[in-house]
């Protein structure tokens, strides 16, 4: 029971890490600058932050990597002690490739646009994996 509660931590883990990843690009520069001018603590550390914009974000793609790894080894572990097959690293390694993509797809990176629509983004991330 522990393992499931650690998938799910390390999935919003991932989240986080994906927010924080789309959140340096779609920042705007203006509005930070005129908070830190007016004196607002959490935005001098934005601004601190993104004074070195590769660090930034290779801490955050080094933190996204490690925790997508650690939430498919724990799959694998749920997977491999529930299936008695030879190949369950396989299925598990595949079910959440395939499940990792579809939340991606449909709820953290698709946020970011003017044009969401959940029918649209579901038949979209269907029509790209119809060679599956």
């Known amino acids: 029971m522990a393992e499931f509660y650690l998938l799910i931590l390390f999935i919003l883990f991932s989240s986080y890490?994906?927010?924080?990843?789309?959140?340096?690009y779609c920042i705007n520069r203006v509005r930070?600058?005129?908070?830190?001018?007016?004196?607002?603590?959490?935005?001098?550390?934005?601004?601190?932050?993104?004074?070195?914009p590769q660090a930034l974000i290779c801490t955050v793609l080094i933190g996204n990597n490690i925790v997508n790894y650690l939430a498919a080894a724990t799959f694998t572990?749920?997977?491999?002690?529930?299936?008695s097959q030879a190949n369950s690293e396989l299925v598990a390694t595949l079910i959440c490739w395939f499940l990792q993509r579809l939340y991606r797809r449909l709820f953290v990176r698709e946020r970011r646009t003017h044009?969401?629509?959940?029918?649209?983004?579901?038949?979209?991330?269907?029509?790209?994996?119809?060679f599956l």
């Open 32 to 52: 930070l600058q005129y908070k830190v001018d007016r004196g607002i603590r959490s935005a001098k550390i934005i601004k601190r932050l993104l004074e070195d």
């Open 77 to 83: 572990y749920i997977i491999s002690k529930n299936m």
């Open 115 to 130: 044009f969401f629509t959940p029918h649209r983004q579901v038949s979209n991330f269907f029509h790209n994996y119809s």
């Open 17 to 24: 890490f994906s927010g924080i990843d789309i959140a340096i």
